[in-house]
């Protein structure tokens, strides 16, 4: 059973602050990565891709990847109120020519409040 | 450019009857997969379609199928509903390894 766990939350942020958002996965072969944010009765929407350990970087969103941690997280730097979704972390191991299927975590939900 | 299309957005069926759903993956996107999401279980994985062939499926029962026609267009079809099928069912099209899957708005099917 591949796991991916990611911390339940809630979180609360004030505006402003560095939101970090943390995601662990039990599949070595894991090859590939990804941030969704999914507002309240929205679909998710894919905000970060990471496929190589270190941190890649979009506008105000960082992921971080550790593979010898099984680890990945996303930091959200100047949280703003419109930030406020539930994050899901997926995670991808098949090494074919399609992406396949992504694992997701249950989601942390974020609040920033003002 | 036009993104995932799911319909129909919003559906009720009473237990026993079947559904069919439809999405229409982003132009150019092969593969297309299709996920339920409930509260209590989060976000499932049902199948995934390539070129017209089901690659990977995941662990729902029989009742649950799909196809992908030669224009990528895939449906889903769900037998002999049960209460316990009520769900938010999204497809999501990518264009393959490297990239992630962009999410249609889903069909909101509620089974009483």
């Known amino acids: 059973q591949k796991e991916v766990e990611q911390n339940s939350g809630p979180l609360s942020v004030p505006e402003g602050a560095i939101a970090s958002l943390n995601c662990t996965y039990s599949d070595r072969g894991s090859q590939s990565f990804f941030w969704y944010r999914q507002y309240s009765g929205k679909s998710p929407e894919l905000i970060m891709s990471i496929y190589s350990n270190g941190d890649k970087e979009d506008g105000r969103f960082t992921a971080q990847l550790n593979k010898a941690s099984q680890y990945v997280s996303l930091l959200i730097r100047d949280s703003q109120p419109s930030d406020s979704a539930t994050y899901l972390c997926?995670?991808?191991?098949?090494?074919?020519?399609?992406?396949?299927?992504?694992?997701f975590g249950r989601g942390t939900q974020l609040t920033v409040w003002p | 450019k036009a993104g995932v299309t799911q319909t129909p957005r919003y559906l009720i069926k009473t237990r026993g009857q079947q559904v069919t759903l439809s999405c229409s993956p982003i132009?150019?996107?092969?593969?297309v997969s299709w996920y339920q999401q409930t509260p209590g279980q989060g976000l499932q994985f049902l199948f995934e379609?390539?070129?017209?062939?089901?690659?990977n499926k995941g662990n729902f029962p029989g009742r649950f199928s799909g196809r992908q026609f030669s224009n990528s267009r895939s449906e889903m079809n769900v037998s002999t509903l049960e209460l316990g099928d009520s769900a938010l069912y999204l497809c999501a099209s990518s264009r393959g390894q490297g990239h992630g899957y962009t999410f249609g708005s889903g069909t909101r099917l509620t089974v009483v």
């Open positions: 997926a995670v991808n191991n098949d090494r074919g020519s399609t992406l396949g299927r992504l694992y």
């Open positions: 132009s150019g996107h092969r593969s």
């Open positions: 379609y390539f070129s017209e062939t089901q690659r």
